[in-house]
């Protein structure tokens, strides 16, 4: 009663990397409320699952292990989940904003009449007072996330309804190993006694999953482009920089939208989160909708042809000019020092 549960999605048998991100922010969250931390895992061939779930801190696993739950199909995974929720009564409900995410949350939510705020950046618990109502909350989840096109932060809060739910984007929160020798209580869901034959009107009649060949999340360094880039052509020079010092091209939502790089490549609210040593933002303004997706790199260096660009204000260092100007002399000196 009253804990913080993750819905655990599946990738290839595997716990996917957002969900256990998710359970490490889930940790933290029951820590801070003094609650447990659940988690619900729903596949088929789900032996020994609870394995990878029990080190990132989990006190309680839900598993339904059935044939017909794998693939992913929206109506059982639905009834299940409403069903757990409906009995374990959590406080907070965690999912990924991913295509299952975005598929079944709205849809638990709306069942148990709770709300759910998609694409959040950051969660955080705190207190929340309405003068209006005259009444005090404490230990709400404060679920952050930009709006209005990224022009301002804004944090939402769900005081009366329960479980307060929130999706987050792969990346954005850190993945981290809560304790190796963590024990918890495995609960086997009967999947016979909640589903009907009508849970499995729609079927899947044949599976395919294309990998995306462009996969910027983990690498070390990131040449990203901006709207200020001006080209596709200009974009190649970026393409040829971060080949010379073994990096990948990344791009702004307005530079995507442009034409001039892969949506693969966006970073920011919108795209993909990044935590790379070294990121050079090239002809990017620093909008709160990309910064999101970037800020947490160890080294950020901006170049830029405008010094009021809000980029500076994040970076570590900052270059006012040109990038088809300050690109080719960075590239010229580091071919020069690595002789």
């Not at 679920?143 to 809060?157: E, L, Y």
């Amino acid at each position: 009663m009253n804990n913080v549960c993750v819905y655990c999605e599946l990738d290839e048998g595997k716990i996917a990397d957002v969900s256990l991100e998710l359970m490490t922010k889930g940790r933290t969250l029951a820590n801070e409320l003094g609650v447990q931390l659940e988690a619900l895992v729903i596949g088929s061939n789900l032996k020994n699952i609870e394995k990878q779930l029990l080190p990132y801190g989990a006190d309680k696993i839900f598993i339904a292990d059935d044939k017909r739950l794998d693939p992913y199909v929206t109506q059982p995974h639905t009834t299940i989940t409403v069903n757990v929720f409906e009995k374990e009564k959590p406080q907070i409900a965690l999912m990924g904003a991913t295509i299952i995410g975005r598929d079944l949350g709205p849809r638990v939510s709306s069942a148990l009449k709770s709300g759910l705020t998609a694409d959040c950046t950051s969660l955080e618990i705190g207190p929340h007072e309405d003068k209006k109502q005259g009444k005090t909350y404490e230990n709400l989840l404060y679920q952050i996330r930009p709006a209005f096109g990224g022009n301002i932060v804004a944090t939402i809060i769900n005081p009366d309804c329960r479980p307060q739910m929130a999706t987050v984007r792969e990346g954005v929160m850190k993945k981290e190993i809560f304790n190796e020798n963590h024990k918890g209580e495995i609960i086997n869901i009967d999947v016979d006694k909640i589903l009907t034959d009508t849970d499995f009107l729609v079927k899947v009649i044949e599976r395919h999953v294309e990998k995306s060949k462009i996969n910027i999340k983990n690498s070390p360094i990131i040449v990203a482009g901006g709207y200020g880039v001006g080209s596709k052509e200009n974009f190649q020079l970026l393409h040829n920089f971060a080949d010379l010092i073994g990096g990948d091209v990344g791009a702004s939502r307005a530079a995507v939208d442009a034409g001039y790089a892969e949506h693969e490549r966006q970073i920011g609210q919108t795209g993909v989160t990044v935590r790379p040593k070294l990121y050079i933002a090239c002809g990017i303004s620093g909008q709160v909708q990309h910064t999101a997706g970037m800020e947490e790199s160890s080294m950020i260096i901006a170049i830029n042809n405008d010094p009021e660009a809000p980029i500076n204000k994040i970076a570590d260092y900052v270059i006012t000019g040109n990038v088809e100007d300050v690109i080719p002399k960075m590239m010229k000196q580091y071919k020069a020092n690595t002789k």
